[in-house]
Every structure is written in structure tokens, then in C-alpha cells.
């Protein structure tokens, strides 16, 4: 063991939050050709709550780790370490109590070690002494992190840790002190917020969160919007409002069996790259009238006692025997619930089981392992919704008949029918199928959302 020696560092750190509003003023009252107004917003960014860890060397009131400007924007303490081994650390809270969203700003954040009192000039710590910033868990502070608006009446905040402390370990020789005279270092943190705009990073968030690709219209979702979930999965925004957003796959599912425009001659299987995914080469076999993957039945066979229909009619949990379905001409017979594996065995037909509910919920449990919050639901489109959507367009090209992608819709033909719904691209027509279990169609999911996910 190296022989120590007591020496005293004298230690002084003062932390600086600088706040600017990087937003335009806010006006009460604008006209265009009459009068309408815009709601009073606050900028409330600050430091509170200093807590000084249990163990830290004394500080006397004068000296501690206090917020020292009214603004409370400011944060200073100087402390001296005699010993090796002796640290000082303490927590405080940049809080936003305003009603807009800050971010740390693009090189908005300056962190160091200076040999005068004014910050002039850069100093470099001995070995002896670390330093450090961080959040409270112990993450690194990074520009464009998220402070977001307060929740109602509560104030959002993230916890920043500042320790220093005179190592005491055996990679440290007190040596390293320059000579026996006491050792004085000026710290300079200083962060500052701004306005929150779409490239901020919310650090609390999944690593695999959904995030927008293309956002049409700045600061709100809009219909046709592409957001992305992971690394791969694209979908395009059908709807949106606070609570949810409805997204459509961009491709069909790599799922189910190959097809050229007449017969099944292969089938994906689950050790296929990207098995269960979306992808391009999921077209439908009437898409490019080629052999082409990821096409399955509606579910089994008609006669089968598992099927959704029955004689020609819905079965349960729908509406039995005949009987209308809530007056609704295109019932929406789709149902999670059926997701037993289905069974290619015939020839390639499905014989049993509900193989879209299957599939679907396959890739609902990829997307969640993906980042995708475990509330999310995975079903069909509707009748209705694509018919309400089909004027949305990705350059040029409709989103509900995209030319290269024929699919499964999730509705009846009618509530006395065995017959399901398809998207047929080559055409832009809806078409039903009296033969559900056929196999020329893919599976195209649609992903509700909470909209407080994408980022």
C-alpha cells in the first residue's frame, strides 16, 4: 500500500441553469377577418430541491449546496476534502412548471474545471479527484433531452447527481498532488433549456420507441403520416385523436404460403429471414400475377366447426342463425381471440384454426418486443375504414390499394354470408370472396396505439 499523505482540496462548484425562451411571443389576440385567441402559455424552467447525501463532508450554512439566486436558476457550494476517501454529493431537481415543453439545447450544455473564480481559465484535475454530472440513476446528460410541460397542476422534473470526491484507492498516489499546498478548482456546470421541438429525446423513453418518419404537419399527427415502430416496421397514420392513433402496416406480413396466380407451390416458414414481419415480397398472388409470399386463408374452411361461418352464416361470437349484426350491411367478423394455429396440410388450404387472427397476433407480440407499449391492439381493416381512407396517398400512390399488395380486409360481405372482404390493387376494388380459406391473400394488420407513444 502506497503511504498517503493529508491533503486538504479546497473545492468550489457552482452550477448555472440558463434559461432563454426559443419560441416566438405569444399573442392574445389575432385576426383574420375577425377575432380568435390563443391561450396564455407559461415558461417555467428551474432548479429545486437540493439534497445533500448522507455521509458527504460537512459544509457550514454558508457553504453548502444552496440555490442562491431568486430565479432559481443558480446552484453553488464550496466544500473542502482533507482526506482521501472524503466526497461531497448532492441532488437537485430541474423542474418545469410551465405549460410548454423544454429541451436541453444543441450545445446548450458546458461542463468545466477552471483555475479562477471567473471561469476563464481551464483547469485539469490531479488523478486524485473525480468529478462528475449525471441524471440521479447515473445516465449521462445528453442534448435535446425532454423536460416536458407540467401534468395539469404537477410540475415535471429529471434529477441531476453532482458528486466530487478525493479518491481513495490503490490506483491513487496523494503524490499526485503537485506539492503540499492546498488545491482550490472552480466548476462550472450550466444547461440550457429551450423550447421542446420534434427532435427532442424523451431519455425515459423505450430505446425502441415509435417515432415519426414523416410527419407532414409540424406538432400534430395527420392522416397519412408515416411512423415507424423498432428498427423496420413502418405504418402509415389512418387516425388519430388524444387517446388513440390508428396505424395500417405499410406491407403485408411475410407470413403463410407461396402462391403463384393459381396454386399454392411453397410456404414461409418461421426460419425465414424476417419471418412474421412486414415485407415487400408479401404481395398477394394477384398483385404481380407471379409467385409471391406471405398469402393465407380468411381462416378454415366453411364447413369446418371452427370457422367463422357456419352453413352461411356467422357463428358465434357474432351473431348466430342468420340473424342481422347490429344493422351494420359489412358485419366486421375479425376476432382476436381465434388465433389457434391454422393447418396447411391440405394441399396448402387451411383446414383448421383462424390463421389471420393467428398471424396478427404473432406480430403484435414482435412489435411489443420491439419497444411497442403491451396495451396495443392488432386487428384487420374494416370495410368502412377503407373505404373512408382510400384517398390518403404516399407519393402519388394510394395507401388502401397499394398496387403491389393484395389483402384480407377484416368485414363480412353480409351477415348471412361466408364470404370476407379483400383489397384487390391491380383494380382499386373491393371485392368479396366466397371461398375464404383461399389462399391469394396477405395479411395487412392495423396497430392501435396510445397516442401519448409516438414520439
Do not use: C
Request: charged content about 20%.
Amino acid at each position: 500500500m502506497k503511504r498517503r499523505k493529508n491533503k486538504k482540496l479546497v473545492l468550489l462548484l457552482v452550477l448555472v441553469l440558463l434559461i432563454s425562451v426559443g419560441y416566438a411571443a405569444l399573442a392574445s389576440n389575432l385576426k383574420i377577418n375577425g377575432t380568435s385567441g390563443v391561450k396564455a402559455n407559461t415558461w417555467s424552467v428551474y432548479w429545486n430541491n437540493v439534497q445533500i447525501k448522507d455521509g458527504s463532508v460537512p459544509a457550514d450554512n454558508n457553504n453548502k449546496a444552496r440555490i442562491t439566486d431568486t430565479a432559481k436558476t443558480q446552484v453553488e457550494f464550496n466544500v473542502v476534502l482533507s482526506e482521501p476517501g472524503d466526497y461531497y454529493e448532492f441532488t437537485v431537481d430541474a423542474v418545469n412548471n410551465g405549460t410548454i415543453d423544454a429541451m436541453i439545447d444543441e450545445d446548450g450544455i458546458v461542463n468545466g474545471v477552471y483555475t479562477d473564480s471567473s471561469y476563464t481559465t481551464p483547469a485539469t484535475l490531479p488523478k486524485a479527484v473525480s468529478y462528475t454530472v449525471t441524471y440521479a440513476d447515473g445516465s449521462e446528460i445528453q442534448d435535446k433531452h425532454l423536460l416536458a410541460k407540467k401534468n395539469g397542476n404537477t410540475p415535471t422534473k429529471e434529477t441531476y447527481k453532482v458528486r466530487i470526491e478525493y479518491r481513495n484507492d490503490d490506483e491513487i498516489d496523494p503524490d499526485d498532488l503537485d506539492n503540499d499546498n492546498d488545491h482550490t478548482y472552480y466548476f462550472k456546470f450550466s444547461v440550457n433549456y429551450v423550447q421542446a421541438d420534434s427532435t427532442a429525446i424523451d431519455k425515459n423513453a423505450s430505446a425502441s420507441s415509435i417515432h415519426y418518419v414523416n410527419r407532414q404537419v409540424e406538432g400534430q399527427i395527420t392522416p397519412g403520416d408515416v411512423v415507424k415502430i423498432g428498427d423496420s416496421e413502418n405504418f402509415y397514420v389512418l387516425t388519430s385523436n388524444s387517446q388513440k392513433t390508428i396505424l395500417l402496416a405499410k406491407y403485408n406480413l411475410l407470413v403463410g404460403n407461396i402462391t403463384d396466380e393459381w396454386n399454392v407451390v411453397g410456404q414461409v416458414q418461421p426460419s425465414d429471414l424476417g419471418y412474421g414481419l412486414q415485407s415487400v415480397n408479401a404481395t398477394g398472388a394477384y398483385a404481380n400475377d407471379i409467385s409471391s409470399s406471405g398469402n393465407i386463408g380468411f381462416s378454415s374452411r366453411p364447413d369446418s366447426t371452427d370457422s367463422y361461418w357456419d352453413d352461411g352464416y356467422i357463428v358465434s361470437p357474432y351473431n348466430a342463425n342468420g340473424a342481422s349484426y347490429d344493422g351494420n350491411p359489412y358485419p366486421y367478423v375479425y376476432n382476436n381471440a381465434y388465433n389457434t394455429a391454422p393447418d396447411f396440410t391440405n394441399d396448402g388450404f387451411n383446414t383448421s384454426g383462424y390463421s389471420i387472427a393467428y398471424y396478427v397476433e404473432l406480430y403484435r407480440t414482435k412489435l411489443i418486443e420491439m419497444g411497442a407499449p403491451s396495451t396495443i391492439i392488432g386487428r384487420l381493416l374494416s370495410y368502412e375504414e377503407a373505404d373512408e381512407y382510400k384517398t390518403l396517398t404516399d407519393n402519388g400512390i394510394s395507401i388502401i390499394f397499394d398496387k403491389h399488395q393484395d389483402y384480407w380486409l377484416g368485414s363480412a360481405y353480409g351477415p348471412n354470408w361466408n364470404q370476407a372482404w379483400h383489397i384487390y390493387s391491380d383494380n382499386t376494388t373491393f371485392l368479396e370472396n366466397d371461398y375464404d380459406y383461399e389462399n391469394f391473400f396477405g395479411v395487412r394488420p392495423v396497430i392501435e396505439i396510445p397516442t401519448s407513444e409516438i414520439k
